[in-house]
């Protein structure tokens, strides 16, 4: 049976990046490692495709100015803050969007557990009340 947590589009990439970005050191078991790169984060993907072809972007700027050595700082100033200006209009524009994340049972149990998991999610998320408001998402997609 499927769940679907229906939360912030900003929120989910908060949750994707981070799950990304944990050293798998830091996941209890190896299955839990596996069903985060098999299910979850490509469920999470798909509801921050924006974000993620933003963030290629980024990347490209920055191995740009990393690598154009005649490129002037006046110049790299520039375009750094071009990309700042177009991320910041995005997540305006979309980052509130209501999104789903649909996953099989099992998958929804482990994403709201690495959720709750000390040291987690309490630290993906900036303000306790984004955080009351995914604890409530979360609750209600177990149901």
Do not use: C
């Amino acid at each position: 049976m499927s769940k679907t947590l229906k939360t912030k589009r900003v929120f989910v990439y908060a949750i994707y990046n981070n799950l990304r970005m944990t050293p798998p050191k830091d996941y209890p078991t190896v299955q839990e490692i596996k069903s985060t790169i098999n299910s979850i984060l490509p469920a999470l993907k798909e509801a921050v495709s924006g974000y993620l072809d933003l963030f290629k972007k980024v990347e490209a700027l920055g191995e740009r100015i990393r690598n154009d050595k005649d490129l002037p700082e006046a110049e790299s100033k520039k375009l750094i803050d071009a990309m700042n200006a177009e991320w910041k209009e995005y997540n305006q524009a979309h980052g509130n969007d209501l999104v789903e994340v649909a996953l099989d049972e099992e998958g929804m149990k482990t994403l709201k557990g690495q959720f709750e998991r000390d040291k987690w999610g309490k630290n993906w998320i900036a303000t306790i009340e984004e955080y009351s408001e995914l604890l409530d998402a979360f609750a209600e997609a177990v149901k």
